[in-house]
Antibody
Framework: QVQLVQSGAEVKKPGSSVKVSCKAS????????INWVRQAPGEGLEWMGG????????NYAQKFQGRVTITADESTSTAYMELSSLRSEDTAVYYC???????????????WGQGTLVTVSS | QSVLTQPPSVSGAPGQRVTISCTGS?????????VHWYQQLPGTAPKLLIY???NRPSGVPDRFSGSRSATSASLAITGLQAEDEADYYC?????FGGGTKLTVL
């Protein structure tokens, strides 16, 4: 059974950066893309970007270009999402999610992490 | 404002049938991208409900079904149960709908 386990909640100051991890187990890590989706309080889902670990290829939503970096460490089956220049509007739950089709960056997301709450506050 | 448009809320009594619409454009659904649906119970991560328009993952009851047309899609839930009360999201390519809150009366 595939599991995605994310790092714990974070509280950050405006202007700082946050790095959230997502450790995968139970299946081949490298062939499946890991995407990051966030959800602000009381709001809907928003795709941020993703990575296909075996290729190292990434794609980011235009809204986050220049502020988000997604990486993957194949040796530990862990993906990371780093968001910089944080502002209060970035307060949200951040989810990692696996694309259900091999070697494809975006498709349906069949497994999700439990979510990581990032709070941006002075 | 989401690229995919869903009704903010729908409701139905136990045992009834409800549908949730998802309207896109020529940039997503209309361009041939598949539609997927997720169920999100309060305080939990989204769960895949329907993939590639009308396919159910293992373990999802056949009370849930999906359909797709030119630039829109629908999720139907029959035999409504109290446990179906949740938020539902459609997705096409990398975009999500704004979500629909289902209330079981």
């Amino acid at each position: 059974q595939v599991q995605l386990v994310q790092s714990g909640a974070e509280v950050k100051k405006p202007g700082s950066s946050v790095k959230v991890s997502c450790k995968a187990s139970g299946d081949t890590f490298t062939n499946y893309a890991i995407n990051w989706v966030r959800q602000a309080p009381g709001e809907g889902l928003e795709w941020m970007g993703g990575i296909v670990p075996v290729f190292g290829t990434t794609n980011y939503a235009q809204k986050f270009q220049g502020r988000v970096t997604i990486t993957a460490d194949e040796s530990t089956s862990t993906a990371y999402m780093e968001l910089s220049s944080l502002r209060s509007e970035d307060t949200a739950v951040y989810y990692c999610a696996r694309t259900g089709r091999q070697l494809v960056l975006v498709g349906f997301f069949d497994y999700w992490g439990q979510g990581t709450l990032v709070t941006v506050s002075s | 404002q989401s690229v995919l448009t869903q009704p903010p809320s729908v409701s139905g009594a136990p045992g009834q049938r409800v549908t949730i619409s998802c309207t896109g454009s020529s940039s997503n659904i209309g361009a041939g991208y598949d539609v997927h649906w997720y169920q999100q119970l309060p305080g939990t991560a989204p769960k895949l409900l329907i993939y590639r328009n009308n396919n159910r993952p293992s373990g999802v009851p056949d009370r849930f079904s999906g359909s797709r047309s030119a630039t829109s899609a629908s999720l139907a839930i029959t035999g409504l149960q109290a446990e179906d009360e949740a938020d539902y999201y459609c997705q096409s390519s990398e975009v999500f709908g704004g979500g629909t809150k289902l209330t079981v009366l």
